[in-house]
């Protein structure tokens, strides 16, 4: 197979142009725009400090440490959730056009992952004017954003793929994500989870990933190779089973819908 023939690149600019229309649709019948994507989080952050504020002596970074952990979550909640939909929100097109189905799925997560590195952008310098100090390890950002990008488009095309089918995920999904917000290290440090079970709980590659974010912005430690060989394994292998899922149930798309 040349690399004409990926579909990825072969209907990249199709992926430009939906990727930027729906960063636009999101923000075009509001009045601050983008600067959603910002207050949001800081909001957020605000309220769970005040809280959560009798536990902020287990981190000392407490309010950056959340705030990090609040815009990790955010792209995986906004990948995922976004993507549950859109085989049936574009159903119309599908039915009229010959394209890979798979397409939609990845603008919403390219289109999640910009606002994600927007929001980074403008908030991590925030972070670091609180700390004192930013380290030369953010430079790994966007290697970080693609192993990131490589498990929530993963998860996202098998959500995105049984949809149309059992409906109920639209129900079971929201709740999984509620749970997640709290299971994931977001709200407390990983030292209160039992030594015997903490080797279970970052098998969780969210979990690592939101890991590497504090480790190079809050504490200047570079992430092990062991750790980013997994996260780039779990992302190829989700990509991989999301996409054989994909692929065998889209034949029936347009029916189901």
Not at 32 to 49: A, D, F, K, Q, R
Not at 188 to 211: A, F, K
Request: net charge neutral; aromatic share 16%.
């Amino acid at each position: 197979m040349s690399l004409n023939e990926l579909w990825v690149i072969k209907h990249w600019d199709l992926i430009k142009t939906l990727t930027v229309n729906d960063l636009k649709a999101k923000y075009q019948h509001t009045y601050l725009g983008l600067v959603w994507s910002l207050l949001s989080p800081l909001l957020l952050l605000v309220v769970l400090y005040f809280i959560f504020y009798n536990i902020r002596h287990l981190e000392a970074n407490f309010a950056q440490y959340l705030l990090v952990g609040i815009l990790t979550w955010r792209f995986f909640t906004n990948a995922t959730m976004s993507s549950l939909s859109v085989i049936k929100q574009r159903s119309s097109i599908l039915s009229n056009i010959v394209i890979p189905s798979e397409i939609f799925v990845l603008t919403e997560n390219l289109s999640a992952l910009i606002s994600f590195t927007l929001e980074f952008i403008i908030l991590i310098p925030l972070v670091a004017l609180l700390t004192g100090a930013i380290s030369y390890y953010v430079v790994l950002f966007p290697l970080i954003h693609i192993l990131y990008l490589l498990v929530a488009f993963g998860l996202s095309l098998v959500l995105a793929s049984l949809y149309p089918y059992f409906r109920d995920i639209g129900e079971i999904w929201p709740f999984v994500i509620q749970i997640g917000f709290f299971l994931c290290p977001i709200l407390y440090p990983i030292s209160i989870i039992p030594q015997s079970i903490r080797s279970i709980y970052l098998l969780n590659p969210v979990t690592q990933i939101m890991i590497m974010y504090r480790d190079i912005v809050l504490y200047n430690i570079l992430p092990s190779l062991i750790d980013i060989g997994y996260i780039l394994l779990f992302g190829i292998c989700m990509v991989f089973i999301g996409h054989y899922l994909f692929k065998k149930l889209e034949k029936r798309f347009v029916e189901v819908i």
